[in-house]
């Protein structure tokens, strides 16, 4: 704990104090706890995790505290203590920084009775019952409870407790509140009555999503507001998905939020591992100047919520220092204070000690990437959050497409494509950003006019960003394919033929075709263009005898030129994405990493070769670099549970060096050692011994 106490001393309870928040402890009270949890057993954790920061549940739907509000529930176990308090009292003794977790999305009935307006009302007209638990209510996020009832409450914590922040967790609400104060608002404003259901071409409902990102974006100034005027260091901290800053008004995201919490607890399903960097990407993807924590829970993160439950060592580590290897801060939450199940405490612990190793380099440095993915907020705002999954495959496709041929890159978003943010990056990537404005389209063509590459597919800018459909690509000169039918699918049994020799198409040695996909737009490719796959016309899947092709391929299925500016650009008219990340064909895998690589144009700056697979993020600053290995090999790394970790086999760090320089020390962080490495046509070649879970490849460079 020595460590974590130096390390806060110079910014406890300053403006700064979040920049060495870095390991955090979370402990969600339960009801009972006042009467049953050991504080001793949570102070030798904070201390053996070397946590530097805590956030402890204050109040909301219960209090932990004496509160002295009308209507603020106190628990009923609580008595004469204070464990909130009393809690923050022992953080503070240990050079903590504090953080008091609120929840507003629920109140009981002499609230609900005394404040009917407070509770969210269902299409139907009747107030809503709490869905897991009957005897209380859904709170309306959107009105008078939020923006009048809770502000005191945060006043009052603000007031009475040694904190640097409020942090909110379901403040963002549960759907389309039917209200009529709701109803009167949104008509007010728009002119539309609330939608029945989530349907992106309802006009009505893509309205109600813009009222809704003004209302909490109002209510994100308002509580923080509240929080600096009593406490001038001191922020309201959301509670956020990775994908949730585009519900808001970035403006008031960069004035009130100097750091951001991102609620992606672990994986679920059949969820891959590189999840847990993905979030950290997508906040930079927007605000890369922001430090980014990620919060992982101690149990697994299924739908059936066995919140008090632990899951596997490899689960909890794996969530965490994937974070850790992108540059997220290491956050852990435990629900209720008795703890019958401690298999998770040194795991977190090895975690968190794996974090403080690497967090010297990882602080010095910023992500920087060769290539990145669109985060296509313009096109995920038009589905309901709950639907943005299916939306998402063509994303998450490209992006575990490049982690497997261990290409690194960064995502960026829509919402930012100045000059500044475009041109860090040699290529850029549209998986499906189907909705793009007439700006952001232009902004794309100009970042190609100064040079760049682009690799598109589907229905990338193929509609405006309000939905409507472009009579043709807003991107077609830039492609080099002009839109003439589709999409047409589900369509099966479908292929793609090799055409010519072309980079694009290499690697496929043995192979007249490949596997084509279930969504397809046909084409007219320019004069400059070349077209390394042909589609193949459709042929039957059954009867079996009727299973082979009546036609010669025909039409451009992957379309690859120069752009003369100096960059190339490659376009796929199908959903290789999706459909890549539903079915992980090799041949998709390698379609999409030729088209990126040839898109760059050179040896990638950095390269990592040797068995297994990787999850790969490049660091630099003006004298060094540092390229972050995340260990992804377990039993079930292709979607599954995890097990166990198997120990990435040597690997060879390939770094171009910069003009001018030369390599003066190469560093194993980790290890803790020095790296030996060989000089060659001007690349420094570093071998890394086995990978347990992470290494940091630290090289410093001299003029």
Not at 87 to 94: E, F, I, S, W
Not at 194 to 219: H, I
Request: hydrophobic share 40%.
């Amino acid at each position: 704990m020595l460590e974590a106490r130096r390390q806060n001393v110079d910014t406890l309870r300053t403006p700064e104090w979040y920049k060495t928040a870095t390991r955090w402890s979370q402990l969600t009270f339960v009801e009972d706890d006042p009467e049953r949890y050991d504080p001793a057993f949570w102070i030798d954790v904070f201390k053996r995790t070397k946590s530097n920061a805590v956030c402890l549940s204050a109040g909301g739907y219960i209090a932990f505290y004496p509160s002295d509000i009308p209507y603020h529930y106190v628990s009923k176990y609580l008595g004469d203590k204070d464990i909130f308090g009393a809690l923050v009292d022992a953080a503070r003794r240990l050079d903590m920084h504090v953080m008091a977790r609120v929840d507003p999305h629920a109140i009981h009935d002499d609230a609900a009775q005394a404040h009917p307006e407070w509770v969210m009302i269902n299409a139907d007209g009747t107030p809503r019952r709490h869905w897991a638990y009957p005897d209380i209510w859904i709170t309306n996020a959107y009105g008078s409870y939020n923006t009048e009832f809770m502000p005191e409450v945060v006043k009052e914590i603000v007031r009475k407790y040694d904190i640097d922040a409020i942090f909110a967790n379901r403040w963002q609400g549960h759907g389309v509140d039917y209200s009529e104060d709701s109803a009167r608002r949104f008509k007010d404003m728009f002119g539309h009555d609330l939608p029945k259901q989530a349907n992106a071409d309802d006009p009505a409902w893509q309205a109600w999503l813009q009222w809704r990102r003004r209302v909490l974006t109002d209510m994100i100034a308002q509580w923080d507001d509240t929080v600096k005027a009593i406490r001038p260091h001191a922020s309201f901290i959301p509670n956020m998905a990775g994908s949730s800053l585009m519900e808001f008004d970035l403006s008031v995201i960069r004035k009130h939020c100097p750091f951001l919490v991102v609620d992606h607890q672990g994986r679920k399903g059949l969820e891959l591992g590189w999840s847990a960097g993905r979030n950290g990407k997508r906040i930079r993807a927007t605000f890369p100047d922001r430090p980014v924590v990620l919060i992982t829970s101690i149990g697994p993160e299924e739908e059936y919520r066995w919140k008090d439950a632990v899951t596997t060592p490899e689960e909890m580590q794996l969530w965490m220092n994937d974070g850790t290897a992108h540059g997220l801060y290491a956050w852990y939450t435990k629900f209720n204070g008795v703890v019958p199940d401690k298999r998770w405490v040194d795991p977190v612990i090895d975690s968190f000690h794996l974090q403080a190793a690497v967090e010297p380099v990882l602080e010095a440095t910023v992500p920087t990437a060769e290539i990145a993915v669109i985060d296509p907020s313009t096109t995920l705002r038009h589905w309901a959050p709950e639907e943005r999954g299916s939306a998402e495959k063509h994303d998450l496709g490209f992006y575990h497409a490049l982690v497997e041929a261990r290409i690194p890159f960064e995502l960026v978003s829509d919402q930012v494509l100045t000059p500044e943010n475009l041109d860090r990056f040699k290529v850029l990537v549209l998986a499906n950003a189907t909705c793009l404005s007439d700006a952001q389209v232009d902004a794309i063509r100009a970042y190609v006019e100064r040079g760049g590459s682009v690799v598109g597919s589907y229905e990338s800018s193929l509609k405006d960003e309000n939905g409507k459909k472009r009579s043709d690509f807003g991107l077609s000169d830039v492609f080099g394919a002009s839109f003439v039918s589709g999409p047409r699918g589900i369509v099966k049994n479908t292929y793609v033929s090799l055409s010519g020799d072309h980079p694009v198409n290499a690697g496929f040695d043995g192979a007249e075709r490949i596997m084509g996909g279930t969504r397809l737009i046909h084409i007219d490719a320019a004069n400059d263009a070349r077209t390394p796959f042909l589609y193949i016309p459709d042929f039957p899947d059954l009867p079996m005898e009727e299973v082979y092709p009546r036609e010669e391929p025909q039409g451009a299925a992957v379309i690859a030129r120069e752009t003369g500016k100096g960059g190339r650009s490659v376009y796929i008219p199908w959903n290789i994405g999706e459909i890549f990340w539903e079915v992980l064909a090799a041949d998709h895998g390698r379609l999409i990493a030729n088209s990126v690589l040839w898109a760059l144009g050179k040896a990638p700056r950095v390269t990592v070769t040797g068995p297994g697979i990787i999850d790969l993020a490049i660091r630099d600053n003006a004298g060094s670099t540092a390229v972050s290995m995340f260990n992804l090999n377990n039993p079930m790394m292709m979607k599954g549970p995890i097990r166990d970790n198997y120990p990435l086999p040597a690997q060879t760090v390939s770094i171009e060096i910069p003009q001018g320089k030369s390599l003066e020390k190469a560093w194993l962080t980790v290890a803790d050692r020095a790296a030996s490495f060989t000089i060659k046509d001007g690349r420094a070649e570093c071998t890394v011994p086995a990978i347990d879970r992470l290494e940091v490849l630290h090289v410093s460079w001299k003029a």
